[in-house]
C-alpha cells in the first residue's frame, strides 16, 4: 500500500492539471438543457428531438430511461419514453439527440395535443416525468407529478414556432 501511495498522489497531481479539468471549471458543474432546437422523423409513434446540453461537469452522464405523461383535464393521453439511452459527455456543450417513442389513446391524440398548444390553449394540460439515470458509479430516479406545461416550456424555452411546426408535421 505504500508503494500505491506516490503513484496514486501523481496521478491526483496529473488529472488535475490537465487540459479537460481547465474546461471544466470548478465554480459550474451542472447539467443544463439550454432549449430545444429541432424535431425530426415526427410521426404518431415517436421522434427525434434534438436539444442543446451543456453539461459542466467531469462527469459522462447516463439516461437510462425516462417516461414522461401528458394528461388533458387529469385524463392521460399520451405517453413519450426513450427509445434508447442518452448519454452526454463530461465537458460537452453541443446538440444531443433525444429518440422518442409515443404511445397514445388514440392514434389522433398526439397531433390534438399538439395542435391545441399551437393554439394556446394549455391552460389543463400537464406532464409528470419520471426518469432514470446517473454517472457510471451513482445512478438516481427523478420524478414529478401533475407539472404545467406552461412551465415546462419556460423552463426549456420551447418556441411556439417550433410547436406549430410539429403540429403541421404529425397531421
Same mark, same amino acid.
Given at each position: 500500500m505504500?508503494?500505491?501511495l506516490?503513484?496514486?498522489?501523481?496521478?491526483?497531481? =496529473? $488529472?488535475?492539471?490537465?487540459? =479537460?479539468s481547465?474546461?471544466?471549471?470548478?465554480?459550474?458543474?451542472e /447539467?443544463? %438543457?439550454?432549449?430545444i432546437?429541432? +424535431? &425530426?422523423?415526427?410521426?404518431?409513434?415517436?421522434?427525434? /428531438?434534438?436539444?442543446?446540453?451543456?453539461?459542466?461537469?467531469?462527469?459522462?452522464?447516463?439516461?437510462?430511461?425516462?417516461?414522461?405523461e %401528458?394528461?388533458?383535464?387529469?385524463?392521460?393521453?399520451? &405517453? =413519450?419514453?426513450?427509445?434508447?439511452?442518452?448519454?452526454?459527455?463530461?465537458?460537452?456543450?453541443?446538440?444531443?439527440? $433525444?429518440? =422518442?417513442?409515443?404511445?397514445?389513446a388514440?392514434?389522433?391524440?398526439? *397531433?390534438a395535443?399538439l395542435?391545441r398548444i399551437a393554439?394556446?390553449?394549455? *391552460?389543463d %394540460? &400537464?406532464?409528470?416525468?419520471?426518469?432514470?439515470?446517473?454517472?457510471?458509479?451513482?445512478?438516481?430516479?427523478?420524478?414529478g407529478?401533475? +407539472? @404545467? +406545461?406552461?412551465?415546462i416550456?419556460?423552463?426549456?424555452?420551447?418556441?411556439?414556432?417550433?410547436?406549430?411546426? @410539429?403540429?403541421?408535421l404529425?397531421?
Amino acid at each position: 500500500m505504500s508503494r500505491l501511495l506516490p503513484i496514486m498522489l501523481l496521478l491526483g497531481v =496529473l $488529472l488535475g492539471a490537465s487540459p =479537460l479539468s481547465a474546461q471544466c471549471p470548478e465554480e459550474a458543474r451542472e /447539467l443544463r %438543457i439550454e432549449g430545444i432546437t429541432r +424535431i &425530426t422523423h415526427l410521426s404518431t409513434t415517436g421522434a427525434n /428531438l434534438y436539444v442543446e446540453v451543456d453539461n459542466t461537469t467531469r462527469r459522462r452522464l447516463v439516461v437510462k430511461s425516462c417516461e414522461v405523461e %401528458i394528461a388533458v383535464s387529469g385524463v392521460r393521453k399520451v &405517453t =413519450l419514453s426513450l427509445r434508447d439511452r442518452v448519454v452526454v459527455p463530461k465537458c460537452h456543450s453541443a446538440e444531443l439527440l $433525444l429518440p =422518442l417513442r409515443f404511445r397514445s389513446a388514440g392514434t389522433l391524440s398526439t *397531433a390534438a395535443i399538439l395542435r391545441r398548444i399551437a393554439a394556446g390553449d394549455y *391552460a389543463d %394540460i &400537464t406532464v409528470t416525468y419520471h426518469l432514470r439515470g446517473g454517472t457510471w458509479l451513482l445512478r438516481r430516479t427523478f420524478s414529478g407529478e401533475d +407539472i @404545467a +406545461i406552461s412551465e415546462i416550456f419556460d423552463n426549456f424555452a420551447l418556441s411556439k414556432r417550433l410547436i406549430t411546426e @410539429a403540429a403541421a408535421l404529425v397531421e
